[in-house]
């Protein structure tokens, strides 16, 4: 089992910075792939990045790409993601999940956490 814990969220106004963590305990945390998604008040669960095992590929979603950061410290067991440049349409509760084959594909991930709320005000 593993157990997801994610922190950071807030409100930030549109252009702005914020950091989101996700710390892991339980079993070994380099063995998963992990990722982010979002979900705004009535949509779906939309893929925001993910990272592998090791840390050498990240992915991402168009809409955040060259403003999301996804990274992994072994050493914590915390993954981040670090959000400049943001924009209303990013307001949404931030999960991080894990274990997953199919990155995109929030059905996929074996482990969830309980999800940190990001408001971008204007």
């Known amino acids: 089992q593993v157990q997801l814990i994610e922190s950071g969220g807030g409100l930030v106004q549109t252009g702005g910075s914020l950091r989101l963590s996700c710390a892991a305990s339980?079993?070994?945390?380099?063995?998963?792939?992990m990722g982010w998604f979002r979900q705004a008040p009535g949509k779906e669960r939309e893929f925001v990045a993910a990272?592998?095992?090791?840390?050498?590929?990240?992915y991402y979603a168009d809409s955040v790409k060259g403003r999301f950061v996804i990274s992994r410290d072994g050493a914590k067991n915390t993954m981040y993601l670090q959000m400049d440049g943001m924009k209303p349409e990013d307001t949404a509760v931030y999960y991080c999940?894990?274990?997953?084959?199919?990155?995109?594909?929030?059905?996929?991930?074996?482990?969830w956490g309980q999800g940190t709320q990001v408001t971008v005000s204007l």
């Open positions: 339980g079993r070994t945390f380099d063995s998963y792939t």
């Open positions: 999940a894990a274990d997953s084959v199919v990155i995109r594909i929030p059905s996929e991930y074996k482990y």
């Open positions: 990272i592998s095992w090791g840390g050498a590929d990240t």
